[in-house]
């Protein structure tokens, strides 16, 4: 990590009153001078100042950018990701990401358009409103209309509509109002607006009503006795005239034709271009028809687009009034205005502009097939132009649909409108592969080219890590993220999650999944295992192979009233998720006011941190202390182990009472890991039901431990075979030998001389079994050993010559048989199960010391036969596990540990199988004691990034300091209040004399301080003043030692 980011805010709020000012503080933690710059995503730089100049920094040295964001009147409305992304100029491959919820005040604003603004007609009229919204916000329309008369009705289609900030709806108004029988035409003057929206503009329409009769009937009617007056008369002239000239009839009646102007054109042209309503791409050769406005059946002129779109149409009236219908195979039948029928088409007089149309399209198909190595799990995506939806400040494609891709490659997308998609092939371990955009026609089936995919080759390796008092602490349990920089593709962790993987070992024909009417259980529990104690388990389901075990730190808090005798008020105990007891750890215990408690691996008390009334007891050998003159009031627990982070906790303490907390931390021990598999009858209600117990070593940062999967089996005889017996030692008298499985009361069969098997049905034996005793008629034992399974076949060995009864060592060798010898410094746990006299499961422990290879293990322990033995404890090494086959008369077992190094540990994380070359935003989620915090990676080609070091913003921080009596002033430095203010809250710590309560040194700690944050420390104490002192403590500094003491 080169540098550290900090925001001086995390929320922005914007009410177009004034700019937003935004400070963002860098510091450089690295060992170099370096320079910053800045960019601002998600807002335009034509509305940001301050961002343009670069930042030098020194070593050790912060600085600031200050931003001023003035943003448009238009900015949509609402909640919006805001992302600064700080560069360094000397690791530009690491980029700090910061987010900020910017919020923008809404405001609505409609403009109304009618279109025509009068119309002439009888008792009902159509025409259309156009509602544009010109706020930053989606807002109901809902139109109103008034007539001061009283006496229209109307009806609006739709009633009402949500209009999306920019754009458009069109409203088809529909009139109806008494008309007059005589006299003058009736001329109604409405307004129109917007119901409950006081910022939109009231449009007034003007609906002209004809009388039913009026003059011009009469003038009509004389009118046409005139015309059949002067029509006989000229018929019969030109009948003369035609037959003394001898001109053909037809051209007459052609003459006649013209001189009436049934065939006269006007000049006026209409002319647009026709686009696709989804994609606003040209509609190429739709059919165009155009009619008259006032007769529906008269359809006037008809075309056709061309290649781009275009039409135009001459010999047109410009005081008439149109109405255009637009078809075309693939897309809905439409009319100018948005309607699908010419009842609620609008009128379009000529003016020469040209118009602007489009048509929906109906909904197409897009189908393809992929190519690859594996295509198991993989998802094809359908993104969408953002140009294609019209969407303002995005640049990046939209998720429009995503399916799972088919047996063979191939997948569907159904039921599509038109537009520019392309798809996008998303593979676990593969790299992410993209098609080229392409357009989709309405009413169609693309078939995209094949996408060939390949594994993705990139990694990231690191590990997060928490400033504390200057040092940088590994970090466990935090929850880390990596997406691709779109945001649209997230890959899981490879490695490092602090938990257990189990996994099926495959049978015979290579399947481990579970079948389908089966499902599993894997149990966990210590070697010692006894009713209540604790263990932990998994389900198996149907499919799968495996489970996962969360390997979380736990506590319990319990309390009980205090004896009067006794001071100890609060007892802490430490063991493993399993309850095993823990060796090496120290305790810290930080009560309400500040006071601070420390307890040692052996119980002693290191007095300079044991505040006065305090004191801490040994209460017992397993990992576990008490304290006493703990304070009321929530306590901080701290437990601490070598070459292990930190565990904490915290819990409530209650005068007169004794509580008591419980920890349970992940460690690496050897356990017993018994899966179960049930299977469901198909023909009843019935299951069948079998198991398996294994030792593993059971911790987090493991890689996935594989288990035996026990099988069903429809033979109703099995098998034990006996190996090394030697009958001669078998006196008659004591013939035959009974065979007994772990803790039974009757043997599953006998042996006779000189047999070395015996057969016995398979329902007298659990599946589990850790020992068999073989036992002479007289019920004394003559030998007993854990079993193997080879081929399916229970097998035992027994020793030949005498019973052993001397220990033997486990010795560490390598592979070639020369000693490994345990690092000095460390030791190695060394755990060997077996099984005692009884049958019962068995172990021993012994330490391997540093600089030394073995350890001596008492066979009254662990008996002799199939032993499993775990090595552990080792920094740098693999925890083993393996078995080894101990006859009771060799004075060693040898173990080969392995000796690479650890894969992952505390902190450490890895993300595999990423696509390169790519950008991705690694994030560290935010908890109750991190803040989420983004950086920036950028992998080349085949890239894998090697020690990654990430800080965690912490939420909380410390102050440490000292009070001073000055030299000459008598006084007490110990018990005084001391008192922390950031101007709003305050918080109080009481010191602590390093001796008696007169000391003149005396020390305060104030352990949970929200970062960041400035505070002033001061002392409540009558008696005596101090100059206060502000703090400063922030994410890149969150545990402030105070340099010099607080002079009283």
């Known amino acids: 990590m080169t540098s550290g980011v900090a925001l001086s805010s995390q929320q922005l709020f914007f009410d177009g009153s004034e700019p937003l000012e935004l400070d963002v503080t860098v510091a450089n ?27 030098q920094l020194f070593p050790g040295e912060s600085g600031n950018f200050s931003l001023l964001i003035d943003l448009p009147e238009d900015f949509p409305a609402g909640r919006h990701d805001v992302v600064v992304q700080v560069r360094s100029s000397i690791f530009p491959e690491r980029l700090h990401i910061s987010r900020i919820d910017l919020v923008v005040d809404g405001y609505e604003q409609i403009a109304l358009d009618v279109s025509p603004n009068r119309i002439i007609a009888g008792g009902r009229s159509n025409f259309v409103v156009t509602a544009l919204n010109q706020g930053n916000k989606e807002s109901w329309v809902e139109l109103d209309l008034d007539d001061p008369e009283g006496l229209t009705e109307v009806e609006f289609s739709p009633p009402g509509a949500r209009v999306p900030p920019g754009r458009q709806q069109l409203f088809t108004v529909r009139l109806k109002a008494p008309r007059p029988w005589f006299g003058q ?13 006081d910022e939109s503009v009231t449009q007034l329409f003007n609906f002209i009503q004809k009388p039913k009769i009026g003059r011009w009937i009469l003038s009509m009617c004389g009118l046409l006795f005139a015309v059949l007056v002067f029509g006989l008369v000229l018929s019969r002239e030109l009948s003369t005239f035609a037959d003394r000239v001898g001109v053909d009839r037809s051209v007459l009646q052609d003459a006649y034709a013209s001189s009436s102007g049934a065939g006269n054109q006007g000049n006026a042209t209409l002319e647009g271009q026709l686009l696709d309503s989804r994609s606003l791409q040209p509609v190429p050769w739709a059919q165009v028809q155009v009619y008259d406005g006032a007769d529906p059946t008269n359809k006037v002129r008809s075309t056709a687009t ?15 009034g149109y109405r255009i219908s637009f078809n ?12 699908r029928t010419i009842d609620v088409a609008q009128a379009v007089y000529p003016s020469g502009e040209e118009l602007s149309l489009q048509m929906q399209g109906q909904l197409s198909v897009v189908e393809g097939n992929v190519t690859g190595p594996s295509i198991e799990s993989s998802t094809a995506s359908l993104l969408i132009d953002p140009q294609t939806l019209q969407l303002r400040q995005v640049n990046d494609p939209a998720v429009m649909a995503s399916v799972e891709i088919q047996d063979g490659g191939l997948y569907q997308f159904e039921e599509v409108p038109s537009g520019r998609y392309q798809v996008r092939i998303s593979v676990p371990g593969f790299s992410t592969k993209y098609s080229d955009f392409f357009y989709l026609d309405a009413g169609t089936t693309l078939s995209v080219p094949d996408i060939a995919i390949q594994r993705g080759n990139g990694e990231i390796n690191g590990n997060l890590r928490m400033l504390k008092e200057g040092v940088g602490v590994p970090l466990e349990y935090a929850q880390l993220r990596l997406e691709d920089s779109k945001g649209s593709e997230r890959y899981e962790l490879t490695s490092g999650t602090p938990s257990l993987r189990f996994q099926v070992a495959p049978v015979e024909d ?19 295992f006894s009713e209540g104690d604790p263990e932990a388990k998994c389900s198996i389901p149907a499919g799968a192979k495996g489970c996962e075990i969360s390997a979380m730190h736990s506590s319990e808090q319990s309390s009980e009233s205090l004896p009067i005798a006794d001071e100890m008020n609060l007892e802490i105990s430490v063991a493993t998720l399993l309850g095993s007891p823990l060796e090496s750890l120290d305790i810290q215990v930080i009560d309400g006011l500040g006071r601070e408690f420390f307890c040692s691996e052996d119980g002693n008390t290191r007095n300079d941190t044991v505040p006065p009334g305090g004191s801490t007891f040994d209460s017992s050998a397993n990992s576990s202390c008490g304290f006493g003159g703990v304070a009321a009031g929530n306590a901080q627990v701290f437990v601490y182990r070598p070459n292990e982070d930190k565990s904490s906790s915290s819990i409530e303490i209650s005068s007169g009472r004794r509580s008591k907390l419980q920890i349970r931390v992940a460690a690496l021990e050897a356990a017993l890991a018994t899966i179960e598999i049930e299977r469901s009858s198909t023909s009843s209600t019935a299951s ?15 890689e996935d431990q594989v288990l035996a999967r026990p099988a069903f089996t429809e033979e109703a005889l099995t098998s034990l075979q006996i190996e090394n017996l030697d009958w001669s030692e078998v006196p008659v008298d004591k013939q035959p030998l009974a065979v007994y499985p772990e803790n039974a009361d009757s043997p599953v069969c006998e042996l006779y001389e000189p047999s070395l098997s015996c057969e016995f049905e398979q329902e007298m034996l659990d599946q589990t079994v850790n020992a068999f005793v073989m036992r002479f008629v007289d019920n004394e034992i003559f030998s007993y050993g854990r079993p193997a399974v080879r081929d399916g076949l229970w097998t035992i060995s027994v020793p030949t010559g005498n019973e052993a009864t001397s220990d033997f060592a486990v010795k560490l060798i390598s592979e070639d048989g020369s000693p490994v010898l345990v690092p000095p410094g460390q030791t190695a746990l060394a755990t060997v199960v077996g099984s005692d006299l009884n049958g019962d499961i068995s172990n021993a422990k012994c330490v391997i010391p540093g600089s030394s290879d073995n350890c001596q293990v008492p066979i009254s322990e662990v008996g002799y036969g199939v032993l499993d033995i775990a090595v552990t404890n080792v920094a740098d ?13 060799d004075s060693e077992v040898l173990v080969t540990p392995q000796l690479s190094l650890k894969k992952s540990g505390p902190g450490d994380f890895q993300f595999s199988n990423l696509p390169t070359p790519a950008n991705y935003l690694l994030t560290v989620e935010g908890s109750e004691s991190i803040q989420e915090h983004t950086m920036e990676i950028q992998l080349v080609e085949g890239q894998s990034l090697e020690d990654l070091v990430v800080l965690a913003n912490p939420t909380f921080g410390s102050i440490r300091g000292q009070l001073s009596l000055p030299a ?3 006084g007490r430095a110990g018990g005084v209040e001391v008192i922390a203010s950031d101007g709003e809250s305050t918080w109080s710590s009481t010191s602590i004399s390093a001796g008696v309560d007169d000391s003149r040194i005396g020390s305060f700690v104030f352990p949970k301080l929200p970062v960041p944050g400035t505070y002033q420390i001061t002392v409540d104490d009558q008696l005596m003043e101090a100059s206060a002192i502000d703090y400063v403590v922030s994410e890149l500094a969150p545990d402030v030692v105070a340099p010099n003491p607080l002079l009283l």
């Open 328 to 339: 075309k195979p693939g897309y809905l039948p439409s009319w100018y205005g948005g309607g």
């Open 688 to 702: 069948t039901k079998v198991s398996d117990t294994s030792v593993v070593v059971f911790g987090p940062y493991l």
């Open 877 to 889: 090494w693999q925890p083993l596990m393996t078995q080894a086959f101990y006859n009771g008369l």
């Open 968 to 970: 000459g002033v008598s």
């Open 185 to 197: 035409p009736a001329s109604r003057i409405l307004n129109i607006g917007v119901k409950g929206l």
């Open 510 to 528: 290579g399947s481990a999944r579970l079948a389908n009417g089966e499902n599993g259980t894997i149990t966990v529990r210590g070697l010692n």
């Open 306 to 320: 061309d290649g781009k779109g275009s039409f135009l149409i001459s010999g047109l009236s410009r005081s008439v």
């Open 29 to 55: 933690v690295s060992d170099v001078i370096d320079t910053y710059e800045l960019r601002v995503l998600g807002i335009d730089s034509e509305w940001l100042e301050g961002a343009t100049e670069s930042l």
